[in-house]
């Protein structure tokens, strides 16, 4: 096993090199299924072997779950993904000295500046010996959608924008704006489940009465529904009224309404169309992520040009379409901008 004695600085106890990615992996079944942040794993390590473990799925972090429900041996070293709030600072320290923890070391500081690091100082203040890795890419880029919202204060935005061959939005002005194939649609459901809210415009609700809703097999929770409306009138008849009711929202200011989604706890919104409403997502820079659905029809109306230098794109073939999916870094400042991509959109 090889081991990294540097990162825990705690003599004889040692921590696996691997550590972090360890902490990461034990995340993958949580995710989408926890929040709101932090969505962050605990691992107990001594002398190099993995001694314990929790994940997240409570009101307090799994750090403090970790010492709270584990007799560690002594001089264990406690780790965690991301930083915990601050709030949890006096409780944290004082397990840590009873179970004579030699060091808690972090993945990553909390996303948000508000509560950047200060963890970390109240415990060192206490005595207790804190590292941290400082790898804010790789932590947030296991859990983008939390790491957003705890960063920026609103949601993880990702649009998912199908298109025709000739890469058109809207297959015919005032019809249906439905193109993605049936594979397509299946793996669209697995997105919603995923997150937390489905948001689309009032005309796409108009045009196409969809559900809104989660019809996958993969057991996750429904998701809310957000309409964005100029006027706030749509019949109550429409399938999107159906179960839940849906959050209708006015206003051409999409940070601030994102910002109050954000405040009601949301973490992640999947963007559904219309045209318009991801013509005011992109005017106004206001995506983390956007999976574009080249589909094999033809002909329509409607063009969109993303702004700015683009992340490398991940392709996949599903059915007879394909998905081109763009993510921007959610851990640093968006690069500036660049020449525009003219072949998409």
Known sequence: MT?????????????????????????????????????????????????????????????????????????????????????????????????KVAAVTLGALHPSPALRGRLAARLRAQGVVVHCAADDAAVSGHDRRHWAWARFGRPYIHLKISLTADAAVVPTPGHSTSLAGRESKARIHDLRGRYDAVLVGANTVRLDDPQLTYRGEAGYGQPRKIILSRTGQLPPVLRAFRGEAPWICAGADLSALAAEWGRAGITSVLVEGGFEVYRQFIGQDLMDEVSLIWTPRTGGTGALRLPGRLPLGERAVVGEDVWETLRWPVHEARCAPGPQRADIL
């Open 3 to 99: 081991v990294a004695r540097d990162v825990a600085g705690a003599g004889s106890t040692d921590l696996p090199a691997d550590w972090l990615e360890s902490t990461l992996a034990d995340l993958d079944a949580f995710l989408g299924r926890t929040g709101p942040f932090p969505c962050s794993a605990a691992v107990a390590y001594h002398r190099g072997i993995r001694v314990a473990s929790r994940n997240p799925g409570s009101e307090r972090s799994a750090l403090l779950d970790l010492l709270r429900a584990e007799a560690l041996p002594p001089t264990a070293i406690v780790t965690c993904a991301i930083e915990p709030a601050v709030d949890e600072a006096d409780d944290i320290a004082l397990l840590a000295s009873r179970l």
